[in-house]
């Protein structure tokens, strides 16, 4: 069955660069999440998208924006990047419903700042 | 905003012998509670979940308890084996189906042989 796929996998940037992270969710899941995990941390959830639109907004630093395209996947732009935002980077995807419905990871994307 | 607890952070136990991992969560109004299981350098893949109308769900080894008036959940693995080895995080949400999990800080399941 196909899952959520992420890319690139692996990123190495320079301090102040800019990223950007792409995300495609399962194929007919309508929402996309964006989550931030540190070294030996819990995800931290960044921002989620339904249809298109923004949903929920967790601790998204203000340097980075997401969006979700008419295909359903999804961009994460990280700018002026500092060292701490060094962390794997997980986006996960569901099928939105009267009931929360179980979101499914993606691989992630490991993102070095040098 | 909700915010989980999890205990305890680190637990070590016999192969064949039962875990039992706990979570507290502060916003009454949450919903919907899973449980990730995660090994280092890879993706949290669900093990089980529940939902805020059931108290209890099995499945097979796995089990997870849900107690709404005190505000907390328990996972429970019986029979350990050494790949029940990894990280296990409870999470818990709010509101619609899309908004972000809150995670606890994890607990690092080790089982001995």
């Known amino acids: 069955a196909a899952g959520v796929i992420q890319s690139p996998r692996h990123l190495i940037k320079e301090k102040r660069e800019t990223a950007t992270l792409k995300c495609y969710p399962i194929?007919?899941?309508?929402?996309v999440y964006w989550y931030q995990q540190g070294p030996g941390q819990d995800p931290q959830f960044l921002i989620s998208?339904?249809?298109?639109?923004?949903?929920d907004k967790g601790s998204i630093p203000d340097r980075f924006s997401a969006q979700q395209f008419s295909d359903y996947h999804s961009e994460l732009n990280m700018s002026s990047l500092e060292l701490g935002d060094s962390a794997l980077y997980f986006c996960?995807?569901?099928?939105?419903?009267?009931?929360?419905?179980?979101?499914?990871f993606g691989q992630g994307t490991r993102l070095t700042v040098v | 905003g909700e915010n989980v607890e999890q205990h305890p952070s680190t637990l070590s136990v016999q192969e064949g012998d039962s875990a039992v991992i706990k979570c507290t969560y502060s916003?009454?109004?949450?919903?919907?509670f899973p449980w990730y299981k995660q090994e280092l350098g890879k993706r949290p893949q669900l093990i089980i979940d529940?939902?805020?109308?059931?108290g209890e769900k099995k499945d097979q080894r796995i089990a997870v308890t849900l107690n709404k008036t005190a505000k907390h959940f328990s996972l429970h693995i019986t029979e350990t084996q050494p790949e029940d080895s990894a990280v296990y995080f409870c999470?818990?949400?709010?509101?619609?189906?899309?908004?972000?999990?809150?995670f606890g800080k994890g607990t690092h399941l080790i089982i001995q042989p």
């Open positions: 916003d009454s109004a949450s919903n919907y």
């Open positions: 996960a995807s569901s099928l939105r419903g009267y009931l929360n419905t179980e979101a499914f």
């Open positions: 999470a818990a949400t709010t509101g619609g189906g899309a908004d972000g999990l809150t």
């Open positions: 194929p007919r899941h309508d929402t």
């Open positions: 529940i939902r805020s109308n059931v």
């Open positions: 998208f339904y249809e298109k639109m923004q949903s």
